[in-house]
């Protein structure tokens, strides 16, 4: 099978993978919002930053450089296995003992066993990374799917039922937890990748040249993304870092939709043809545009209708969250982007100009962090917005002697989906104002928005869109 038609048959069941995951976790994530207070998100939040934080030891660096190793074999699969199995007890060890630091910090004992309990994530993790690195590498994507979607499913049963009986904060512990262990067993047996009894010191070495650039430039990233929600909790309430979370989390659902699945397909297929620097071009071009497509209706589209959604899903004790929820929208919009320009500098084998990048961009984020922290939660919101903007210029800055891709070039690849969607997007505003029951009204203003924007899609000939469809009918009959 030829490059592009394993990255049409990767997009198609990644994509279907998080649009079943992330539909199951969106609709637990609204049960137990309307069962759970701010506070307890809150307290989670604080969690997640520091296995946020370590996770990143598992996930970055030696997954990639595998991934972009063109010759990797057993050896180097085996020998990263076994590297990434200790670190994860290492660090699990780290958490353990640090925990009840963590909690004094915060001035919250319960903190203590949640950070216990929810770090073992770290090492079940660890023991399935490399597998998810060799389903990546020969793009047999299928395998995610029924892993991803079973440890979904199992997860927001016991988070539910844990929710009803009254087990608080660890119904939301117990969820994350299972789900990794699920995910991880189903992955364990579907996948014909087993580590061998074998380990090589000098593969691990060339490996890890590559690869810890990458691990500190994700470090640098999770750590300056996560960094907010700490001073939230820290400075502010737990109220008020959940109202936060649950703004960021609704648009966060949609990106790991579109932007996670476009992520793990294309950086493969970009590094099996790093020799050719058009050929890395046209796919970091295809990823712009088709993503951008896609997220900018939905993002830019629940933006408006945010606060009739969010008193249909979550009542109106989370009414607070929808302007960092309008924020986040507009912030995230900007990732095809980012994606499509870092896919293309670490599949070419500069992970050395993506640490560059990422010292740079951050530099400049934790300038505008400390402008805004002295003015409020909201404040330190539009900092990440407009941190954002200019990340995606840094972004591209490296592309335009790489592969002669310009920035003016990537805005106009962006900007026909970007004006349709702004023009969906006052079309649908008006029917929020009018008196009507809830839910027809969100009702009418997404069908309304999804007829605006596939109208204009065929009227103006917008090429993503026939791409898209042209998959769609391939796929179909592919199956007939």
């Known amino acids: 099978m030829d490059v592009k038609n394993k990255v049409i048959k990767g997009l198609f069941w990644r994509f279907l993978e998080r649009c079943g995951a992330q539909g199951v976790t969106f609709i637990v994530s609204i049960v137990l919002a309307r069962l759970l207070a701010p506070e307890l998100y809150g307290t989670i939040a604080l969690v997640t930053v520091f296995i946020s934080i370590l996770q990143i030891f598992v996930d970055s660096g030696m997954a990639n450089a595998l991934i972009q190793k063109k010759d990797a074999d057993d050896l180097d699969f ?31 004992t319960e903190l203590t066993w949640v950070v216990r309990v929810m770090s073992l994530t770290i090492v ?20 995610f799917f ?20 009254g087990f608080g904060v660890w119904a939301i512990v117990m969820q994350n937890l299972s789900n990794t262990l699920i995910d991880t067993i189903v992955l364990w047996f579907t996948v014909r990748w ?24 994700a470090l640098i990233d999770t750590g300056y993304t996560n960094v907010r929600q700490l001073i939230i909790g820290r400075i502010y309430s737990p109220a008020d870092l959940g109202l936060y979370n649950r703004g960021k989390q609704l648009p966060y659902t949609i990106i790991t939709n579109v932007n996670a699945t476009i992520d793990s397909v294309i950086f493969p297929a970009m590094s099996s043809e790093q020799d050719s620097k058009e050929r890395v071009k046209a796919m970091a071009r295809r990823g712009i545009r088709i993503s951008s497509y896609v997220m900018w209706p939905l993002t830019l589209g629940m933006s408006f209708v945010a606060p009739t959604m969010i008193h249909i899903l979550l009542t109106d004790k989370w009414i607070g969250c929808v302007p960092y929820l309008r924020i986040f929208c ?37 300038i505008l962090l400390v402008i805004t ?14 941190a954002n903007v200019c990340n995606q210029i840094i972004n591209s800055w490296p592309n335009k002697k790489l592969l002669g891709y310009k920035y003016v070039e990537q805005l106009k690849d962006v900007m026909p989906a970007l004006l349709l969607s702004m023009v969906m997007g006052i079309i649908i505003w008006p029917i929020g104002l009018l008196k009507m029951h809830p839910i027809a009204q969100l009702t009418i203003q997404v069908m309304v928005g999804g007829c605006v924007y596939i109208m204009g899609s065929k009227l103006l000939k917008f090429e993503s869109y026939q791409y898209l469809v042209d998959i769609i009918i391939k796929r179909r009959k592919s199956d007939e």
């Open 78 to 108: 085996s020998s990263v296995f076994y590297f990434n199995v200790v670190l994860c007890l290492v660090l699990y060890g780290v958490m353990y003992v640090c925990s009840p630091l963590i909690a004094a910090f915060y001035k919250n």
């Open 124 to 143: 079940i993790s660890g023991v399935k990374n490399v597998q998810q690195a060799y389903v990546s590498k020969n793009m047999l994507f299928k395998k």
């Open 146 to 165: 029924f892993s991803t979607l079973g440890g979904t499913v199992f997860s927001a049963f016991v988070g539910i039922v844990m929710a009803y009986k």
């Open 194 to 217: 087993k580590p061998k009894w074998i380990f090589s010191f000098s593969r691990l070495k060339s490996l890890i040249s590559y690869g810890w650039k990458l691990l500190v430039a």
């Open 330 to 366: 507009v912030t995230y919009s900007f990732y095809p982007i980012h994606t499509a320009n870092l896919n293309a500098i670490k599949a070419m084998g500069r992970s050395d100009l993506f640490l560059k990048l990422e010292i740079i961009k951050k530099i400049v984020g934790v």
């Open 373 to 386: 922290v002295p003015f409020g939660v909201m404040a330190m919101a539009y900092s990440l917005l407009v």
